[in-house]
């Protein structure tokens, strides 16, 4: 059963690595902005890994910041596996997380749903 939460470890623990590498600088390619790693999920064989970011700026700058850690992934890759005890190195992909866009659009939401109520409830509704 411990099994099962390998790949769990094993992805908090590229996050942790790769978020490092981000914070130092140890990265050199302009291209790769500000951004934060959200999560990282790791296949079950350890194969695998999906790290999800965000960052920010317009979309030409989330396309610049894309193409920055396509080239640099070899380059993470090869840190992970001289830090981390694995037999093979997990394929890393990079997938923007939009998640953290929907809950902004979420909260502006109930944010303008409640200030409209409170407009209601106060008798100062100017739509009547």
């Not at 902004?104 to 944010?111: A, K, S, V």
């Amino acid at each position: 059963m411990a099994q099962g939460y390998r790949p769990t470890r094993v992805g908090d623990q590229i996050r942790q690595e790769l978020g490092e590498l981000l914070t130092r600088g140890v990265v050199h390619d302009p291209g790769i902005g500000f951004i934060t790693v959200t999560r990282v999920e790791v296949s079950a064989d350890l194969q695998h890994a999906r790290v999800f970011y965000t960052t920010l700026g317009d979309p030409q700058a989330r396309r610049e910041t894309a193409q920055a850690l396509e080239r640099a992934t070899p380059f993470f890759r090869r840190h992970i596996g001289g830090r981390l005890r694995l037999r093979r190195v997990p394929e890393i992909e990079f997938r923007f997380d939009q998640s953290v866009e929907y809950q902004d659009r979420i909260e502006q939401i109930l944010r303008d749903l409640h200030e409209e109520e409170r407009r209601r409830s106060s008798g100062h509704d100017d739509d009547e």
